[in-house]
């Protein structure tokens, strides 16, 4: 008779080929009873609904969101699927959504059915399903996205109305950013008795991003047509946030809307800048004052156990892997020394932007250094796999507890590419301290590391502005995460430019 422990491996195995061919989603088909039941017992999968799995990870309590998070799209892609094939559509909302990638789990899915009545499935952290009939509505064109059913793009952009507009702009902003001809929209606009209403708002809204020939071209081939059109701007916001863009990746489109969306928020809440400081070594001392503060305050915010005579172990240079063991498998003393390296390599980087160099050119050149720099101690001590500092990651990640999603791994190169040209072109050091943190863990682009090289990257532009060197405290991490989310997810930057003045503030009155 099998022992527990292998039965569990038995079980293991199974799940993961099964997590590799379904993208982590199992149904109970899938599963022999007896693997089921001691995948469930173990806290390897977590049950989604009656027949229907997510793998899980057993650490993670019952409140954890993440799984769930990371897990939704693929879910709602396997269960459509699996019970209507083909024959249902995202309404016009989700259908948008998901073309401009948007990195935000929505509450409430809506689903066009051909068949069946209307109803809504309930799903674990209050997010849901509403299914409706409505086969008369159902596009014969459908696209598949991800693997579900949605409009096109164009058909999509000539079906919203007004509302979407209104309420979610940076979506809009970045699916007409998508459309490279209207003559793709026109091709909608004019099938069967036209769509004139929704021609006048597509020109309006063209027109406000600065597309003036193409909306030009929508309204005169309407006309030409016997349609009567009325121009009319859709958009509520005061200015666009893409303008006539010509990015081809709706990522890279995202970074710049976020950007150019709320720079004006951070510097309605961030003192002036002092201006870069007329005796560098000052500066970097009052750095080095800072060290073991911030080194237990970044570390411990990211779950590590530090204290300060590790992090004074660490920085005097007696931590020594090769000859002490204890030192070789203390996961929280390479995470200190790493920390140190990595410190020391930012230090360097502030130098040179103290002496004018564009503070976006050094950070570009040396981020993947300072990576490097904070998981070399782990990788000596074989935490951490070589391969791993080579650069950005390979995979997928997901933010504990968090609604957004980063970034896929086939964006990150457009959008580092477009968040170090913001950050270099960029003339308020505030903005590129505030934007450039929130944006670069917004995209994660590191398997680890975020969190820490985010701040660094935050220091390191506060720099070249003149202000202090600012330490997230341990005991502000749930705000901090909050203001995080609230941007993240909320689209509302202003809780976290308020909140690094805080942070900013209360180490300056110390």
Same mark, same amino acid.
């Given at each position: ?14 799940? /993961? ?26 806290? #390897? ?49 989700? *259908? ?17 059915? /051909? ?23 159902? =596009? ?41 001809? =209207? ?65 081809? *990746? ?17 510097? *309605? ?8 400081? /007329? ?95 904070? #998981? ?63 944006? #670069? ?70």
């Amino acid at each position: 008779m099998a022992r527990p422990n292998e039965k569990l491996a038995d079980a293991l195995r199974v799940l /993961k080929k099964l997590q590799n061919k379904h993208n982590g989603v199992v149904q109970t088909e899938d599963l022999k009873e007896s693997h089921r039941v001691i995948l469930l017992e173990e806290g #390897f999968i977590r049950q989604v609904m009656k027949g229907w799995y997510v793998c899980s990870n057993p650490r993670e309590g019952d409140g954890d969101s993440t799984v769930w998070y990371a897990s939704f799209w693929p879910f709602l892609s396997g269960y459509l699927n699996k019970r209507f094939g083909k024959r249902y559509c995202l309404n016009v909302d989700a *259908s948008i959504l998901l073309h401009t990638h948007c990195t935000v789990i929505p509450r409430q899915v809506t689903v066009i059915i /051909k068949e069946g009545g209307t109803s809504t499935l309930k799903l674990p952290h209050d997010t849901s399903v509403l299914l409706y009939p409505d086969e008369k509505n159902i =596009p014969g064109n459908r696209v598949e996205v991800n693997g579900l059913q949605a409009l096109p793009l164009a058909d999509g952009l000539c079906r919203i109305g007004p509302q979407f507009f209104r309420n979610s702009p940076r979506e809009a902003e970045i699916a007409l950013g998508l459309v490279r001809d =209207p003559g793709d929209l026109l091709t909608v606009l004019l099938a069967g008795a036209g769509l004139p209403a929704a021609a006048g708002r597509l020109a309006g809204a063209l027109r406000f991003m600065g597309r003036n020939a193409d909306a030009d071209r929508i309204t005169e081939t309407m006309r030409r047509a016997k349609h009567n059109v009325r121009e009319s701007n859709p958009f509520e916001i005061l200015l666009p946030t893409l303008g006539n863009s010509r990015e081809r *990746s709706p990522y890279a489109m995202r970074i710049q809307s976020m950007w150019a969306g709320w720079r004006n928020d951070v510097l *309605s809440v961030f003192p002036s800048a002092p201006g870069l400081p /007329k005796i560098p070594d000052e500066y970097l001392g009052r750095i080095d004052e800072r060290y073991v503060a911030d080194a237990y305050n970044s570390l411990s915010i990211e779950g590590y156990q530090v204290n300060d005579e590790l992090i004074e172990r660490v920085a005097k240079g007696n931590w020594n892997p090769e000859e002490d063991a204890k030192d070789k498998g203390d996961r929280d003393a390479m995470a200190a020394r790493g920390y140190f390296r990595a410190f020391r390599d930012v230090k360097a980087s502030i130098a040179a932007i103290l002496s004018g160099e564009n503070a976006g050119e050094v950070a570009r050149k040396a981020h993947h250094h300072w990576y490097g720099e904070l #998981f070399a101690p782990s990788v000596t001590a074989g935490i951490v796999e070589p391969h791993q500092l080579a650069g950005y990651r390979s995979g997928p990640i997901f933010i504990r507890n968090s609604m957004h999603t980063p970034l896929p791994r086939e964006a990150l190169a457009d959008a580092m590419e477009t968040l170090f040209n913001l950050i270099a072109q960029e003339p308020e050091p505030a903005v590129r301290a505030v934007l450039g943190h929130h944006l #670069f863990v917004f995209i994660h682009p590191y398997f680890d590391g975020n969190g820490r090289i985010g701040r660094f990257l935050m220091n390191a532009m506060l720099a070249s502005g003149g202000y202090p060197w600012t330490i997230i405290r341990m005991h502000s991490r749930a705000r901090y995460m909050s203001a995080l989310e609230q941007a993240s997810v909320g689209g509302d930057i202003k809780p976290f430019a308020e909140f690094i003045v805080q942070e900013m503030h209360a180490w300056e009155a110390r």
